[in-house]
C-alpha cells in the first residue's frame, strides 16, 4: 500500500472536511449567514466572533479566522 492508500483508508466520509464545512453543518442556516456577514466586515473583530461561537459551543482558532478572511480557507 502507498501513501494515499493509507491516507484514503483513514478517512472519515462523516466528518467535515473544513472548518467552513463544520461551522455550516453546526450553525442554523440564519446563524451561519450572519457568520460569514461577520467574517466579511473588517470593522468586527476576530475575537468577537471567536467568543459568539464558544458560547455556542464551537471553537475556531484566530488563524483559521485570518485565513477564511483572506480568502485560503
Known sequence: MGL??????????????TKRAELKQKLSPEDYDDFVK??????????????????????????TLSQMRSGVA
Do not use: C, T
Not at 46 to 61: E, K, M, T, V
Open 38 to 63: 461577520a467574517l466579511n466586515d473588517p470593522n468586527i473583530s476576530q475575537a468577537a466572533i471567536r467568543r459568539a461561537l464558544a458560547a455556542r459551543n464551537i471553537h475556531i482558532a484566530s488563524g
Open 4 to 17: 494515499m492508500d493509507d491516507i484514503k483508508a483513514d478517512e472519515r466520509p462523516d466528518a467535515p472536511r
